[in-house]
């Protein structure tokens, strides 16, 4: 009786110390972490710039005075353009009149982003674009609007309102998943952008720090419209700026004619129009035809890099514009309009010469790598290699040769002085580094003796790529492991490995009868094993694996014939988990060369393998991640 007695005793006690416990967690319970709480740090919204473009609207409607007028409604997120007829009413038989005073309104909308957000969660952002007011006739007007994250394009947040979408009103939700930041500090930008006659955007800056900082920081300044300048009293000009040439060639037909110049790179925000066509600003895509006399405009934190069919480069940085004119009946022509371009036309293999024209000068080039940079009143020249020849406005010539440059403003040449040629060549490495690589136009090192590749026109296109953003692998094939597509990127999450080198996971594409080519990825691992390329692929028993490995510090070329597995070179060398690089590697006859974000690391011979597909690889790697693959054909 009494041990009965005594069990119930302790049940109860037992359960009233439960009954309490409870109790005091819900009461005394912290709630739920705030500003990333448990996570090692935390992106937050540290600053906002805003592109309101007031002086180009105004710039514009004095352009188009008597034509168009241009009216633009900036808020942060909130964006709206218009544009109204204020010529002529016009008979444009057989389509609708063009009636004095039509006009149409567009709006682009987005939710307010967060403040604060934690690696690997998702945020909405609600998204609208739509037409405003439409009281047209026969002038319409087209938009663009696009979402960047990091430079990436979000999943459904590039669209279009147009005729070919009759203008239906677009609404998305949008979703940002952030990965964790490499350092403190670091800093990544949300971008927010509507284009049609204009380019309007908000741009939330974020950096990644401590989540115990994050409460310390200050939300960013609110919008304010700047005030109108005070009117400066004008200074005489002995030369009034050049001219700019600005005719666009056609053929007998009318038709626009192909300058044999192609985009080889692109990043950000980049727009291209013709030249007799002022609202016709479109985004820049890799495959697209470059006309004579097109405008090439880019935009914040953008750049892209062009090729002519000479081998002639361009580089341009971000907020620069430029004309293209490469008519074979005329001199080859580039018009300056402002920015930055980094030329290189050492590689010129046609006879002939190129004249870059600016507000203040003109440089003529043969065969030489050099910068200017156009304000609109002032032109500046950096020779990087060989000679130019400048000349001004007053009549006046001088020869700039590596090393020096020349600023020309109002006419009037200055000094010819030196400048750091290693600060100017780190600038636009540092610019460059997100770009897919495309510098392997043909390379010699001094241990290669006088062997040189020789890029061709083919080479101007490449074979294949693939930036993972259309959530699609139609064109690839996969052996083992698990391989999928998340927010534009390539995850492979499987830590599958069986045996050697050949146990590994593969991706692969292309054609089994490429032969001489070079194979490029971004790759980034969150595990310690290996994680590489393969290239001249027929199936897992014949390949070439350019494989690397944290754990074991090490950086290989293995190949794989007939079931044997040989190492052909290695090099001890590991990687930095949770940080993107840019393998490369190229592969011409016998000879194949490891890159990693440009530097080349090492080359070995072998000849067992002379064609074959590219693609990625895993071995035991759980964390691979992958983007801007890209294959680019190279001539002997």
């Known amino acids: 009786m009494n041990l009965n007695f005594n069990w119930k005793l302790e049940t109860r006690l037992v359960l009233a110390v439960l009954v309490l416990t409870a109790l005091f967690t819900t009461v005394y319970s912290p709630g739920p972490c705030v500003y990333g709480e448990g996570s090692e740090g935390v992106w937050v919204l540290t600053d906002v710039i805003d592109y309101d473009r007031e002086e180009r609207v105004k710039k514009a409607n004095k352009e188009y005075e008597g034509v168009y007028h241009y009216e633009v409604n900036y808020s942060r997120g909130s964006f709206s353009l218009s544009r109204t007829y204020t010529g002529k009413t016009e008979n444009k038989h057989p389509y609708p009149d063009a009636i004095h005073g039509e006009s149409m309104a567009v709006k682009a909308e987005w939710s307010s982003p967060p403040r604060i957000m934690r690696p690997g969660q998702k945020y909405s952002l609600d998204f609208y674009l739509g037409v405003l007011e439409d009281n047209s006739s026969y002038y319409t007007l087209d938009a663009w609007a696009a979402t960047w994250f990091n430079r990436n394009k979000l999943k459904n947040s590039y669209v279009k309102l147009n005729y070919k979408t009759d203008w239906r009103p677009i609404n998305e939700t949008l979703t940002l998943k952030p990965r964790e930041g490499q350092k403190v500090g670091e800093k990544r930008e949300l971008v927010l952008s509507i284009s049609s006659h204009q380019n309007l955007k908000t741009v939330y800056v974020y950096e990644w720090m401590k989540a115990s900082d994050a409460s310390k920081v200050k939300p960013p300044a609110p919008y304010k419209k700047l005030k109108e300048p005070e009117p400066e009293e004008a200074e005489p000009e002995p030369a009034p700026p050049r001219e700019l040439d600005t005719e666009v060639p056609k053929d007998e037909d009318g038709n626009y004619i192909d300058s044999g110049i192609r985009f080889s790179n692109l990043h950000g925000e980049v727009m291209v129009r013709r030249g007799d066509d002022p609202l016709g600003w479109e985004f820049a895509q890799l495959d697209m035809v470059i006309y004579e006399g097109d405008r090439i405009r880019t935009e914040h934190n953008s750049g892209v890099e062009m090729t002519l069919k000479d081998l002639t480069t361009f580089k341009m940085k971000p907020e620069s514009e430029i004309i293209v004119n490469t008519a074979p009946e005329r001199k080859n022509k580039m018009v300056m309009l402002a920015g930055k371009v980094w030329t290189n036309v050492k590689q010129m293999i046609t006879e002939g010469t190129m004249d870059v024209e600016m507000s203040q000068a003109v440089a003529g080039i043969k065969g030489t790598t050099f910068v200017v940079e156009e304000t609109g009143s002032e032109s500046v020249l950096k020779v990087?290699?060989?000679?130019?020849?400048?000349?001004?406005?007053?009549?006046?010539?001088?020869?700039?040769?590596?090393?020096?440059m020349a600023t020309v403003k109002r006419g009037s040449?200055?000094?010819?002085r030196p400048?750091?040629?290693?600060t100017e060549?780190?600038?636009?490495?540092?610019?460059?580094?997100?770009?897919?690589g495309t510098e392997g136009k043909g390379t010699s090192s001094k241990d290669e003796g006088d062997k040189i590749y020789i890029t061709t026109e083919g080479d101007l296109y490449p074979l294949f790529t693939d930036d993972f953003n259309d959530d699609s692998l139609e064109d690839w094939e996969t052996v083992h492991g698990s391989w999928k597509i998340e927010d534009g990127i390539l995850a492979q999450t499987s830590n599958y490995w069986k045996g050697g080198v050949k146990g590994g996971t593969y991706a692969f594409t292309g054609s089994p009868n490429w032969t001489d080519y070079s194979v490029s990825a971004r790759v980034m691992s969150e595990d310690d094993d290996t994680i590489g390329l393969i290239f001249r692929y027929r199936n897992e028993d014949s390949c070439y694996v350019l494989g690397w490995n944290k754990q074991d510090k090490e950086l290989r070329f293995s190949k794989i014939v007939d079931d044997k597995t040989t190492q052909l070179v290695l090099t001890n060398l590991g990687y930095e988990e949770e940080r993107w690089y840019r393998l490369k590697v190229e592969v011409v006859g016998d000879e194949m060369s490891a890159f990693i974000d440009g530097e080349k690391i090492f080359s070995v011979v072998d000849d067992d393998l002379s064609r074959g597909m590219v693609g990625l690889y895993c071995h035991g790697n759980d964390g691979s991640y992958f983007d801007d693959f890209e294959v680019r054909e190279i001539s002997r």
Do not use: Q, Y
């Open 384 to 404: 990087i290699d060989g000679k130019v020849e400048l000349k001004t406005n007053t009549g006046d010539k001088l020869i700039v040769t590596g090393g020096a």
């Open 413 to 416: 040449p200055a000094k010819v």
């Open 419 to 422: 400048f750091s040629l290693e």
């Open 425 to 436: 060549l780190a600038s636009w490495n540092l610019d460059n580094r997100d770009w897919r």
